[in-house]
């Protein structure tokens, strides 16, 4: 559910496609990425650069959301992810691409950025109130139907939402594929994130004064 607006966070939402009104349809095959109207948006080179990457861009939705609220702009998701390959935060086979991979996205983000990024693994789910006590934000492992948190998801892992407080009754997030209402300050309990939180993902620390 969203946050009530007195626990509004100040983080531009940016999601990983580029019509983000239209995130249902997407989600639904409705409307196909390569008739996305605003696939320029993304930062692709061309219509089909977007349709083969825009599924696989949730990791750097949170980084350009990350940025965009550090004052760094609007940094397109197609061009982070472009910028992520020569450090291996994605690998491409044919027409597989894998990833984000955790470690070489450290390393871009360090190198790019000057960003301080740390990756986190067996990580429970009433954990995270102490981490987000140290970290800014934290990109976690959950399982993409966490935009229907009603439905019992199959597994856990497989997408990536930017966590941006966590307290010891909910956890709140920015969800790059979330659905139209259901995309910005997300508030979950705990128990409920816990279903389909993977318990890995990247902290982003606080930058240096």
């Known amino acids: 559910m969203p946050a ?12 990983q496609w580029a019509s983000a009104h239209r995130a249902d349809q997407i989600i639904r095959g409705e409307l196909a ?7 320029r948006e993304s930062g692709a080179r061309d219509v089909r650069e977007y349709a083969h990457w825009a599924s696989h861009v949730c990791g750097m939705a949170c980084l350009s959301m990350v940025l965009a ?8 998701v197609l061009e982070l992810a472009r910028r992520s390959l020569p450090y291996g935060a994605y690998t491409v086979d044919g027409d597989r691409i894998n990833g984000m991979i955790y470690a070489p ?16 693994v067996g990580l429970r789910t009433d954990e995270l109130p102490g981490l987000m006590g140290q970290a800014e934000y934290f990109i976690a492992s959950v399982h993409p139907w966490i935009r229907w948190p009603d439905r019992e998801p199959p597994k856990k892992g497989g997408h990536l939402v930017l966590i941006t407080r966590a307290a010891s009754d909910a956890v709140r997030f920015h969800n790059p594929s979330g659905e139209p209402g259901a995309q910005a300050d997300v508030e979950l309990p705990l128990a409920a ?8 993902g990247v902290a982003i620390m606080p930058a240096a004064a």
Request: aromatic fraction near 16%; proline fraction near 8%; include cysteine.
């Open 69 to 76: 609220a550090r004052g760094a702009g609007r940094h397109p």
């Open 193 to 200: 994130f816990d279903r389909f939180f993977a318990g890995r």
């Open 4 to 15: 009530t607006p007195d626990r509004l966070s100040a983080v531009p939402y940016c999601c």
């Open 105 to 120: 996205f450290v390393r871009y983000v360090a190198d790019a950025f000057g960003m301080d990024a740390r990756v986190h």
């Open 33 to 39: 990425l390569a008739e996305d109207p605003a696939w």
